[in-house]
């Protein structure tokens, strides 16, 4: 996935990274690019190394992407996760090992969080897990985005802007965080703010099919129709099948339409 070179980007090292943890958890190469791959397919991520949670549930590589776990090859959701003990952090050693011990409780309250989520009556902890593993990781984007869903999904979308900007900031390649941005800036009526991200998303990850939607129906909303016409029209053509799919060529066959109209009148 990742050709051997003499220098990385910090986002190719970054990869490496969740790579490296992986394999240490005895998972195939195999097994990881398939995934890999699969997320692609299923998500329109470039990167699902980068732009979902990841981690493993046994032999599986599983995703976290819009709020649920995602077996990509199966196509199936998963609920079942082993649990996650949560260590205390030890403060000994050179900074650099103080700093690695706290990613790696952070890791762990991580996946902590994220295996509760499906359990009833653990918000109030899932939502402490996370703000813990943000504090001894500020940059932890896959923490912020779910603590920010939380938000979101109990329309408390001032929090959840907070926290979408903030995995923004910790990762400026992470096109779910802006889409999810673009969500929260919507629900709060700043339109203008919430085309911005979607366009930011869209231009780190291209095939962003629910980008494309989202951006159309800002467009469509503050009466700029024209604009709204390609993203319908990609939305389509990247997702061709169902209710979605079929609400965007008929607004995109609308708009064409009616510019048809506005020629033979001006004419």
């Known amino acids: 996935m990742i050709d051997p070179l003499e220098t990385y980007t910090f986002q190719q090292l970054s990869q490496l990274r ?8 005895r998972i195939r190469s195999s097994r990881i690019s398939a995934s890999v791959a699969a997320m692609q397919r299923v998500s329109g991520m ?4 980068l732009e979902a949670g990841l981690f493993s549930a046994g032999s599986r590589v599983v995703f976290r ?3 649920a776990i995602v077996d990509p090859l199966s196509r199936q959701l998963v609920f079942d996760f082993d649990t996650v003990s949560t260590s205390r952090l030890r403060t000994v050693g050179s900074a650099a090992d103080v700093q690695r011990a706290r990613e ?14 499906d359990e009833q009556g653990t918000l109030r902890r899932v939502i402490e897990l996370y703000i813990r593993a943000i504090e ?25 802007e907070q926290a979408y900007r903030r995995a923004t900031e910790a990762d400026p390649n992470y096109a779910l965080a802006f889409f999810d941005l673009g969500n929260a800036l919507d629900e709060l009526q700043r339109l203008m703010e919430a085309i911005e991200v979607y366009k930011i ?67």
């Open 18 to 25: 969740m790579l490296r943890l992986l394999s240490s958890q």
């Open 136 to 160: 001894l990781q500020p940059t932890h984007a896959a923490a912020l985005i779910n603590l920010g869903t939380i938000y979101y999904n109990q329309r408390q979308y001032i929090q959840a």
């Open 46 to 49: 470039a990167n699902p190394l």
């Open 201 to 267: 998303a869209i231009r780190l990850v291209p095939k962003y099919a629910d980008a494309h939607y989202n951006l159309a129906l800002a467009y469509e909303r503050i009466g700029e129709h024209r604009r709204a016409l390609p993203h319908w029209m990609t939305y389509a053509r990247l997702d061709p099948t169902g209710p979605w799919s079929n609400h965007a060529r008929g607004q995109a066959r609308r708009l064409i339409e009616a510019e048809h109209l506005q020629i033979v009148a001006r004419r």
């Open 65 to 67: 992407h819009e709020g």
């Open 104 to 117: 790696s409780q952070a890791a762990e309250l991580f996946y902590e969080a994220v295996r509760l989520e």
